[in-house]
């Protein structure tokens, strides 16, 4: 760690007790731990949690600063490199400045307006032939469920996969790969060894092999295809891109934006609304509610209520990070080069001044009002927010009605608490529920 990073717990409070303790309690209860240090420190504190030490904001005014401090002051892909060994260095979420900006304006297109609008009644379809896959009377996680319709729909956008068998050349080794980043222990190892130890490659390697391996087969089946200018997914769209100079994507900037969007893509969507389920289904009145506006098919706006308030309570990732490159001044501290500043989605969620008795669950909390830029924060923030934010909504409220259209269900077992499945936080048993009879 640089000298000058260090220095964070001369700028700000933070906990005393020694590293390992503070990793131990943050992965073991990362929202009792930090509303604790919350509590006792302040909006600004440090914490050590892997082998660089953040400084977490709690303040939305701070993180309002940080969010519109231009990228060479701070770098996102720095601060996300835990993800390059899965990713890839040509990654968007891995680079900064001006690389990140080109595959930035490339990726976004795609996931807005018109574009995204004709997903709409793919979503409808996956999720209502999903929903019928669903064992009627016994319990069961909701999460591969909606994982496997939240798949479905990223191959096709993303990768244009056609038919059954293009689909399920992929989607196993994803299936398989995101199964072993899902183990408590899979970040161990890099938090540790650090991103480019060749202990960390070696482990991923048999996981990543034969998605990397589809992947490659794929770009080749379609460069050679020659029907680029007639698809719409994303792979057909970078095939065709060209740079100032006229330069295409490398085989291997195609799969590493790939892998990202597939990564990010899926399982984050699943895993909100699980959540939604979660506490929906322990909450029959407002269940009921969602229903209703279901079978009558002409509003969206419950569903939409819906989704802020899980992503509120329960969001899929608790923080966003930045590295500082340059000095910057963020509520009147001067951080120098090398600090992780670490806006906390979670905290700045829980600010009761913002959201009254912030620990319940109320949809209602959301009609007719719109979330705040700096105060719901689920996707993240400025030129780093995140590219599927919208898309990830309209497949939120599709899959919320469709299955509070065809199931009531009901839930099991005592509230699930959340759990750390590589960098989501997730409920323990995946959402667990039973249809009603
Ligand atoms: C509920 C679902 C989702 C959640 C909660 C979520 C959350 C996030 C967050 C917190 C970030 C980091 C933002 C920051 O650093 O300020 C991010 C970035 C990103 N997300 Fe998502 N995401 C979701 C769905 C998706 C989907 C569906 C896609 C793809 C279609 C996607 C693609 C990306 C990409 C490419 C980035 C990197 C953006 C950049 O660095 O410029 N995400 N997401």
């Known amino acids: 760690m640089p000298a000058a990073a260090d220095d964070v717990r001369r700028l700000v409070p933070g906990p005393r007790e020694p590293a390992a303790v503070q990793v131990l309690r943050f992965m073991r209860d990362e929202p009792g731990y930090t509303a604790e240090l919350h509590a006792r420190h302040g909006d600004v504190f440090h914490i050590r949690i892997e082998r660089r030490r953040w400084v977490v ?16 002051v701070v770098h996102a892909g720095d601060a996300n490199e835990i993800l390059r060994p899965v990713l890839g260095p040509h990654s968007v979420l891995v680079l ?3 690389e990140h900006l080109r595959q930035r304006r490339l990726l976004l297109p795609q996931f807005h307006g ?22 009627p009377g016994r319990p069961f996680s909701l999460r591969p469920h909606l994982t496997a319709i939240a798949l479905e729909v990223i191959l096709q956008v993303v990768l244009g996969t056609r038919g059954a068998e293009e689909h399920d050349r992929l989607a196993g080794p994803v299936d398989r790969l995101l199964a072993f980043l899902g183990r408590p222990s899979a970040l161990l190892l890099p938090l540790a060894a650090g991103p480019d130890s060749p202990l960390v490659r070696r482990q991923l390697a048999p996981r990543l092999a034969p998605v990397d391996r589809e992947l490659y087969r794929l770009i080749a089946e379609r460069r050679a295809a020659g029907d680029l200018t007639q698809r719409t997914d994303v792979l057909s769209l970078l095939l065709g891109a060209r740079d100032e100079d ?18 990010a893509g899926h399982e984050t969507t699943a895993t909100a609304l699980a959540w939604a389920f979660e506490r929906l289904t322990r909450d029959p009145g407002r269940l009921a509610r969602l229903e209703t506006e279901a079978a009558a098919g002409t509003e969206r706006t419950y569903a939409e209520a819906v989704f802020r308030e899980a992503l509120r309570l329960r969001p899929v990732l608790n923080n966003v990070l930045r590295t500082v490159v340059r000095p910057v001044e963020i509520g009147g501290t001067r951080f120098p080069p090398g600090v992780v500043l670490a806006p906390s989605i979670l905290l ?26 700096y105060t719901w924060i689920p996707f993240g923030g400025g030129t780093r927010r995140c590219i599927g934010a919208a898309f990830a909504q309209m497949e939120m409220e599709v899959v919320l009605h469709a299955i509070a259209r065809a199931v009531r269900l009901e839930p099991v077992g005592a509230p699930e608490r959340p759990v750390a499945r590589f960098i989501t936080a997730s409920p323990e048993r995946g959402g667990e529920v039973r249809i009603a009879a």
């Open 246 to 263: 006229g330069t295409p994507m490398t085989d291997a900037e195609l799969r590493d934006e790939l892998v990202t969007l597939i990564v």
């Open 348 to 373: 700045i969620h829980r600010r009761p001044e913002v959201y009254p008795e912030p620990q319940a669950f109320r949809p209602e909390r959301w009609l007719g009002q719109s979330p705040g830029t």
């Open 96 to 98: 900064d400045e001006g």
């Open 57 to 72: 904001l709690a303040d939305p005014e701070h993180v309002k600063q940080l969010f519109t401090t231009p990228p060479d």
């Open 114 to 135: 018109e574009r995204l609008a004709a997903w709409r009644s793919e979503m409808e379809r996956v999720a209502a032939e999903q929903v019928r896959r669903m064992p």
